[in-house]
T-cell receptor, first 109, second 116 residues
Framework: DAKTTQPPSMDCAEGRAANLPCNHS???????VYWYRQIHSQGPQYIIH???NNETNEMASLIITEDRKSSTLILPHATLRDTAVYYC??????????FGQGTELSVKP | GAGVSQSPRYKVAKRGQDVALRCDPI?????LFWYQQALGQGPEFLTY????????KSGLPSDRFFAERPEGSVSTLKIQRTQQEDSAVYLC??????????????FGDGTRLSIL
């Protein structure tokens, strides 16, 4: 199963962009990259996903390298409410999500 | 409600008791997943249903764990003869179609199970 590597923690100043990196060097050609976040005592919240092209929605942007071995989630203007654990996940055949340890993002005033 | 609903939110049981955890997926969602999340860890896959068919149960840790979705909507995860290592948050997720690509899973807030 493809796995991901993320830094365990990051800080970001409120109002600045948060750039969260993820390595997925063993990703297969047909596997998507998904990003979820989890706030304490809640279930994971879907943010964005992509296959090859960069993606943007109302929450974030996803930048995937050309070789697909890494990606970056960008929160353009971080707020205190964005403080959470962010998971980068490669979805495997059969649909199950394989979560890693994630990155604990702390947005500071 | 519009989201995935799980009940109870909290469950305390004595070691050796049986427990049943319920998941109400988003209406009309074909795929349903169960995950287990230990304290401080990311969620781990347990099992997957497509409608009423259990297509993948490779993540169930032992034969004490059993899941069903008899009518293709509500699902129940049952744990028999609970042990302390079963203490965790049990998360349910659903998605609209078969477990193909491009369909995000939507999670409930989980059931926190504590075994004394």
């Amino acid at each position: 199963d493809a796995k991901t590597t993320q830094p365990p923690s990051m800080d970001c100043a409120e109002g600045r962009a948060a750039n969260l990196p993820c390595n997925h060097s063993t990703i297969s050609g047909n596997e998507y990259v998904y990003w979820y976040r989890q706030i304490h005592s809640q279930g994971p919240q879907y943010i964005i996903h992509g296959l090859k092209n960069n993606e943007t929605n109302e929450m974030a942007s996803l930048i995937i390298t050309e070789d697909r071995k890494s990606s970056t989630l960008i929160l353009p203007h971080a707020t205190l409410r964005d403080t959470a654990v962010y998971y980068c996940i490669v979805r495997v055949a059969g649909g199950k999500l394989i979560f890693g340890q994630g990155t604990e993002l702390s947005v500071k005033p | 409600g519009a989201g995935v609903s799980q009940s109870p939110r909290y469950k305390v049981a004595k070691r050796g008791q049986d427990v049943a955890l319920r998941c109400d997926p988003i209406s009309g969602h074909v795929s349903l997943f169960w995950y287990q999340q230990a304290l401080g860890q990311g969620p781990e896959f347990l099992t997957y249903f497509q409608n009423e068919a259990q297509l993948d149960k490779s993540g169930l840790p032992s034969d004490r764990f059993f899941a069903e979705r008899p009518e293709g909507s509500v699902s129940t995860l049952k744990i028999q003869r609970t042990q302390q290592e079963d203490s965790a948050v049990y998360l349910c997720a659903s998605s609209p179609y078969m477990a193909g690509e491009g369909q995000p899973q939507h999670f409930g807030d989980g059931t926190r199970l504590s075994i004394l």
